[in-house]
């Protein structure tokens, strides 16, 4: 099998946690954002405009476009994308507990007999 001939494929995976430093700014802008999106069905629209001032995660998430990700690279072309977004708990100061104490490879972390 040639590789020329043959598509390859790659599953790029990314996790991103964002700080919301002003949430009612995040809003608007997700606002604006649907509100110029030609290409958004109206049908669409004013569940989508609901959906972004209930909920900041939605909101982000309608600023993602994956296309822009990879768009700038020579020799590939977007196949497929999916994302979601959601409200998360995170602790910043863990990340700093974490590489103070070293990292631990989640394949090691059991130290006992397999039985």
Excluded: C, K
Aim: glycine share 4%; no cysteine.
């Amino acid at each position: 099998m040639s590789t020329e001939s043959s598509p390859r494929y790659v599953r790029l995976q990314v996790e991103l946690v964002v700080e919301l430093t002003d949430e009612e700014a995040l809003r608007n802008g997700a606002v604006e954002h649907i509100r110029a999106d030609e290409y958004m069905p109206e049908e669409d629209r004013e569940p989508a405009l609901e959906s972004v001032q209930e909920d900041a995660s939605e909101a982000v998430a309608y600023f993602i476009d994956p296309f822009d990700l990879v768009s700038d690279i020579p020799g590939v072309e977007l196949a497929q994308a999916s994302w979601q977004s959601e409200i998360a708990t995170f602790d910043p100061d863990s990340l700093l507990e974490d590489e103070e104490e070293g990292y631990e490879d989640e394949d090691e972390e059991e130290d006992g007999d397999d039985r």
